[in-house]
């Protein structure tokens, strides 16, 4: 059994075990997160790949790697600019590899109020083209978005040296775990998703590309985020046309601006949220 379909029958198990033993007045609610009235004060940007894990490479040598750094810092000025309150990090600088669960592990130990993975897409058919945005799901939109994420979380398995087997043995736990914390989550995921859709709406608008819209996969990357928690495709590496545009540092700095004001429309929603509940507590008192 390969881990598309592990991580799919452990999600099944998992929800009919909550409704199988859950007391019947519990089965259907989850308790509010009380994330879902903080402001944001922290966000952490991860620019995919990096290091020995060069990422998607286009025909004319570009490579996935070099392009995300790039937008990822330019994402990071712009934030810092436009929120002089909010402390934004990246999971890498430079050209460094680090493993995909310890990039959500660094904005889990940030406390981080928004974490966003920035990558480019390739695909087989050479005339795809466009930008999308994921958030979290172990039931994918479409065949398609998971190809993407099993093509994305491979790189774990390559890494590691590791048969299928091993990995999926490996991983089995820590997969249930992950996905009962986020069954838990339900705020997180359903701000996840409306962060998704600022980001997507505002690249769309910004870079003129095509929209390929919302859609939801299990990255895992994005396992395990205490945060709302996003995973961003810029464009096709593997379109030729799209490798040539994703090479200007002017077009890294133009996707920056798109993406950093789906971003602030979010925070500034989430912020003016978190002062409401604050003065209505304050009113109680």
Known sequence: MNRRYLKSTLYAVAVFALLLFAPASQAFFVEPSSEASNPVDVIVIDPGHGGVDSGALGRGGLTEKDVVLGVAMGLRDVLRERLPEVKVLLTRENDTFIPLEERIGLANSAHADIFISIHVNAARNKKASGVETFFLSYLPTDAEAMELA?????????????SDDEVNSEVATNDLKNILHDLAQSVTHHESSALAEAIQVSMVKGTGRPDRGVKQAPFTVLEGASMPAVLVEV??????????????????????DSIAHGITEFAVEVNRRAARIKSDERAER
Request: glycine share 8%.
């Open 150 to 162: 099993e093509a994305e979380n491979r790189v774990v398995q390559q890494k590691s040296g590791k």
């Open 235 to 256: 464009g096709f590496i593997s379109n030729r046309r799209e490798e040539r545009w994703l090479k200007g540092v002017k077009v890294h700095k133009r996707i920056a």
